[in-house]
């Protein structure tokens, strides 16, 4: 498996994630943000699942991007000058691994 980046808010201990771990870290909150909300199971994530078509508003979007900074330590939407707007899973999986931060 290849090495993608040390989260920095996993206590002492960092730990390297693969890209297959984010993708699946990612869903896996997702998920779990949607059943605080509601009683029926959440969409499939696959590649094409476009986003706004997932049931999540705008805000839910951000509480996702906000929880994923506190669990990755990282959130790639200040990091980048130009304004990014995934429209599918695919791509905001990508977006995520693209601004992940390397290991030294």
Known sequence: MTQM????????QPLIVTAVELRARITALFN????????DEPPALID???LLETG??????????A???DELGFDPFTMVEEP??????AEFVAFYAQCAPKPE
């Open 67 to 69: 929880r994923l900074d």
């Open 5 to 12: 980046w040390t989260p920095f808010s996993q206590g002492d």
């Open 32 to 39: 779990e943000m949607w059943r605080e909300d509601r009683e």
């Open 48 to 50: 094409d699942t476009v």
């Open 56 to 65: 999540f508003d705008s805000m839910a979007f951000a509480v996702l991007v």
């Open 84 to 89: 990014v707007y995934p429209q599918t899973f």
